[in-house]
């Protein structure tokens, strides 16, 4: 064991003893069926969070009833006793390994998608429609406010909904009220604008909460855990914040809650509570030590938490009594057990990309994680089974693709060559991760080729391959991962010593002037402009597009567009290049309208394009030759990772172990994958890719 003694300590919660202060919390998965019913593929999925260690385990946000508690499609439901069998092995499955299972109650309210609770309007405390829900729909997502008789139907919805946790065999239920749903808007003055008993001062918005929470203490009896999930500060002008929330968490423990789990945000500052990683980890950990000066109770914090020695240090030093890491135990289920053994290499970190387990989830997908390709498809990946027949493996290139590839290969048994022609591995991620924001980017590359020495894969350095040494090594498989590099403008002028590369300026091998314009305002534009405003450039970023980051998921989106507002980078849109000359860039306009927008450095962001020489070159080289990664098509981590899990578990002929993913699109894990419509033929619902648990 290592020396994490408090993160490895029981913890009593009222009447339930934790085995560590590990907790998974609550993540939407997509993995229910459209009736919210338990899959096969959603217990597969949590089973192995319990089996790698975590304490506690909190299951996903469940809708209270049929009405608009339902915030998205194929959300878990407990809505009625019918759901009770599946819950039922779901938490008997969770317990079986050593973990507390507790389930999520929530109620969407003016963040429910009309679409999915039957085109009814969604319900709130006030006639205040959502911003970001408005905006990700298009038009106003227009509520009506609860009557105080439908309030009492909601109270009540919510206490059933508990008892049938209870019944299920859950040890905890945890009340959702954070994040800006139901509760939260009560609570809220940002949201709440009510002007009879439950509006007002803090005491009349908080009787509606306080009512759910009194009640369902109440049918529970004294000893059974009750958690409820808050958000101790908004980040909304106008919104709660840390001051109301203590005098708030007082009132709750008052009112029979075992434990707060202190979370943050609504949906209008969504990038605040499911941060990218230009946020510090552990952001609002404060948070947590202040709701903890002011209860008895146990405290979680959360947060971009992704190491354990981090977690260590917040419960050692008196922050919270537990922690949860969710996206990190997305990412790497055995986080606990590998820390518990002092494995910390063998941690695969969370990147905070978002990608898998949020763009996704906007996107109406299931649960993915770019750094996990198992993750979401535990039923069938969890354990992969030695190949039947052995081959020579040939990867080309060093990068996370080809690493992925490699170690893929080398896990079932085959024999694998890895060349890669600098003198180390990690390939673009080599520069990626060179920012201070990219931490966890570099963690992940320092997994990957940990993973490669471990495995102990022959890795051949400082070596170009060409088709002479592929037909005398005489492999079964040759793997093409070498890569991308950056894109050149096509037009009329270029001044050379005027143009940097993007790559060159991220990595800090090129210093620029003072006046920098980046050409080109995707991911990697974007975050150049970032780190030069940083240094107190004055920088300009232009595309031609109407939209910077365009390329990015929305939570990083909105991060990233107000980091840049607040480093003073001035941002031009709809603009085309004519010239690059020596004192700027010509450019124009919708209008055709030419202008010269000056810098003494202009940095080139206008994108990747791949390194595909090799693939005319070596066909026909070997029985099987394919590219993965950048170099079949510039995407990000997760579809190079994905891609090349995916190609790699499929060598072996004669087995498809790739049968789950219904299509070549699949492969990439931002393909358009889709959750299942109830099978009406077999009498079977679908979620995901599970069978419904009856």
Known sequence: MTALNHLFQPIKIGSMEVKNRLVMPPMCTRLATVHGEVTDTLIAYYVERARGGAGLIMVEYCYIDEKESKAAICQLGVQSDHHITGLRELATA????????????????RQSDPGKIGGRKPVAPSEIPDPLVSEMLGHPNHVRALSIDEAEEVIESFVEAARRARDAGFDGVEIHGAHGYLLSQFLSPFSNHRTDLYGGDLEGRSRFPLEIARRTRKKLGPDYP????????????GGLTLDETRRFARMLEQAGVNCIDVSAGNYSSMHRFIMPAYYPNGYFVYLAKGIKEAVRVPVIAVGAINEPLHAEEIIAGGSADMVAMGRALIADPYLPKKAFEGRFEDIRTCIRCNDGCINRFFKGWTIRCAVNPVAGREKHYAEIPPARVRRRVMVIGGGPAGMQAAITARRRGHEVALYEKSDRLGGLLNIAAIPDFKQDLRRFKDHLISQVRQMQINVVYNREVNRQLVEAERPDVVVIATGSRLHVPNVATINRGNMVNALDVYSGRI????????????????????????????????????????????????????????????????????????????????????????????????????????LGELEGSASVVFAVGDCYKPRDVGDAVHEAFSRAVGLEPGQDLSRD????????????????????????????????VH
Do not use: C
């Open 226 to 237: 009750i958690f409820y999930r808050l958000s101790a500060d908004e980040f909304v002008h």
């Open 94 to 109: 969770i317990k079986s390994y050593g973990a507390r299972a507790v389930l999520q109650i929530a109620h969407g309210g």
């Open 661 to 692: 993913m219904g299509s070549a699109a699949d492969i990439s894990f931002m393909g358009d994958d889709f959750y299942y419509e109830p099978n009406i033929m077999a009498g079977v619902s679908y979620g995901g890719y599970g069978e419904r």
């Open 511 to 614: 210093q620029t002037g003072q006046n920098v314009l980046v050409v080109g305002a995707g991911l990697v534009g974007s975050e150049t402009a970032l780190i030069l405003a940083r240094q107190g450039k004055k920088v300009t970023l232009m595309d031609r597009l109407e939209k910077i980051a365009f390329d990015v998921e929305p939570l990083t989106f909105m991060a990233l567009t107000e980091l840049l507002g607040q480093a003073g980078v001035e941002i031009r849109t709809g603009l085309n290049i004519e010239a690059v000359t020596e004192t700027g860039v010509m450019v124009s306009d919708k209008g055709w309208n030419r202008f010269t927008i000056e810098a003494d450095t202009v940095v080139n962001a206008l994108g990747l394009e791949p390194n595909q020489e090799l």
